[in-house]
């Protein structure tokens, strides 16, 4: 299993994925609201394993440039076609692309965005420090990501490696919330603050803000 495979994944399941509802409404209405918050007008942002365009959608007119990317060919192409559809945004851009594929130096962000992703990149603190270098001085990361270390164990140790063997499921890291925290600061963050947004009980997705050292 590779990058390119997690790819072919998420290219094969995209129109399903596509066509899915979002778990949480009000919990992911939450979600915005806070990130709106903290971005300016003038913020150049990065959203990293953007999916299908939700929330770059209802994001890219608040600031003054924002580029949503991910793994997947797929993903971008439906979120090309839901952007051509709607009204016009000029600051938001799709593009096939993982962090690892940017250049620090330059292309630099205020704040880089990475919802329900960090679970699925391979090499966890490199990606970490990718994004640290692609931020602009006292630039924001903020994440909202499952943490599988969390999860009922069965799930974890039986029910998603049987599911990658099948295919049916991409690769995910396992961790619990305070190991991610400890990865995000030793990549050069001070974290601001970490939430839930849940509305029904602790989902295991901590809201993460962390700043830039």
Known sequence: MSTASDARFWDRTSRKYARGAIADPAGYERTLEQTRALLARHDR??????????????LAGDVQSYLAVDISAGMIAIAGQKQTAGPAIPALAFRTATAEDLAPGVEEFD??????YLHLVRDLPGTLRRIHALLAAEGVFISKTPCVGEMNPLIRLALLPAMRALRLAPYAGVFRAAELGELISAAGFDILAAENHATGGNDNRPYIVARKR
Do not use: D, P, S, Y
Not at 45 to 58: D, S
Not at 111 to 116: D, P, V
């Open 111 to 116: 704040a880089i965005l990475g919802f329900n």
């Open 45 to 58: 942002v990065l959203e990293l394993g953007c999916g299908t365009g939700t929330t770059a959608l209802r």
